[in-house]
């Protein structure tokens, strides 16, 4: 084999190379969007301004956007413990906006309006929320930015970014 053929050999390994290495390309810039919802369920610590000790929770979310929030709330017997429902639904920044409710024993409500991020692992959730205390007439009467954080809870399922 002479030096040209060999020339021509390395030019041909060199395209092919390039060739290949191209068409990985569109493959990464096409990959499947995050989605819209995601499955998981979070142990979450409140921080309430004012407040001695964080609330506890624990927030389910599914594919199809519901959410179902278990708040522990400190009482004076003890803890107790308070259901809300509501969706949540991924931002244009990616982040994920939360809205429930729950009706509190005394027949008032409590609706919270946050936005949370999760990591890329979706070990770790964080962000903030507006509280709102309406009364039985549907008047709010108190409304309080708090914090949150939380870990995926053990067995719960993870994000699906």
Not at 33 to 41: L, V
Not at 134 to 155: C, F, I, M, P, S
Request: charged residues 25%; hydrophobic residues 40%.
């Amino acid at each position: 084999m002479g030096r040209q053929d060999r020339i021509d050999g390395m030019k041909i390994r060199k395209k092919l190379v390039a060739l290949a290495l191209w068409g990985v390309v569109p493959v990464t810039l096409v990959a499947e969007p995050p989605k819209e919802s995601f499955d998981g369920a979070y142990r979450v610590t409140i921080t309430v301004p004012g407040v001695v000790f964080p609330i506890a929770a624990f927030s389910m979310f599914k594919d199809d956007g519901s959410l179902k929030e278990i708040d522990y709330v400190p009482t004076l017997g003890g803890i107790r413990s308070e259901e809300g429902l509501g969706r949540s639904r991924r931002t244009d920044d990616g982040k994920y906006a939360i809205s429930y409710k729950t009706e509190l024993p005394n027949g008032e409500m409590r609706q919270v309006d946050g936005l949370a991020s999760i990591s890329a692992s979706g070990d770790k959730l964080a962000g903030t929320a507006m509280v709102k205390w309406l009364n039985r007439d549907g008047v709010v009467v108190n409304t309080t930015k708090v914090k949150l954080v939380g870990d995926r809870a053990e067995g719960g399922l993870g994000a699906k970014q």
